[in-house]
């Protein structure tokens, strides 16, 4: 069940301390700038973010192109901890990707988070909910104080398994590893042929 306040709190822009598939997480509205700036300032980071959608007609409404490569590598992989590198379009703003024209997405395999992105009808800025250079947290009792003031919501679930997420690119009808995670060496025995 959603909470209705937890959907006011990212309609208001504001931040949101909830679990993933991976780590605790910050969240925020991706199409939001000052959502950005917030968590940029909260983070001490200036680092581009990865956004989560609920499914695929979302991911095609902010991405300028999805190849065939990497529709094969969405099929067989997600809702997971993959994360793939798509051109963006300009419903994302240059402010997420800090210039790039690539952004970083992935389709969680969470329900609670699914569920959420469904109602709220837009990605999420998921990044994890540490100041850049500390720890993650896999545990909200672990939130660095600085942190949990600027926060206008925390969900605690208990404590996460902090399974790692995989961060690919395809470029040329090969896949590239930028970030090695928990899905690397099964993506690398699916997909030899495009290593």
């Known amino acids: 069940m959603i909470d209705n306040k937890l959907l006011e709190v990212l309609n208001n822009g504001d931040l949101a301390v909830l679990p993933t598939d991976t780590v605790y997480g910050i969240h925020a509205d991706a ?9 940029d300032e909260a983070k001490h980071s200036n680092k581009p973010h990865l956004i989560l959608v609920s499914n695929i007609k979302m991911l095609e409404e902010y991405t300028s192109e999805i190849d065939e490569l990497q529709r094969k590598l969405i099929d067989k992989y997600w809702p997971n901890t993959l994360t793939i590198l798509f051109k963006k379009n ?12 690539y952004v970083g997405i992935r389709m969680p395999n969470n329900n609670f988070l699914l569920d959420l992105i469904n109602k709220f009808g837009k990605p999420l800025i998921s990044t994890s909910a540490n100041i850049t250079n ?12 600085e942190l949990e003031n600027k926060m206008s919501y925390i969900y605690d679930a208990g404590t996460l398994e902090n399974e790692s997420s995989t961060l690919i690119k395809v470029e040329n009808n090969k896949i590239i590893f930028l970030r090695e995670g928990s899905l690397s060496k099964k993506i690398k025995e699916d997909f030899k042929d495009y290593l």
């Open 134 to 145: 500390e720890e993650v947290i896999t545990d909200v009792s672990l939130l660095n104080e």
């Open 90 to 101: 300009d419903k994302i703003s240059d402010e997420l990707t800090k210039g790039s024209e």
């Open 31 to 39: 199409t939001n700038i000052e959502s950005i700036k917030k968590i």
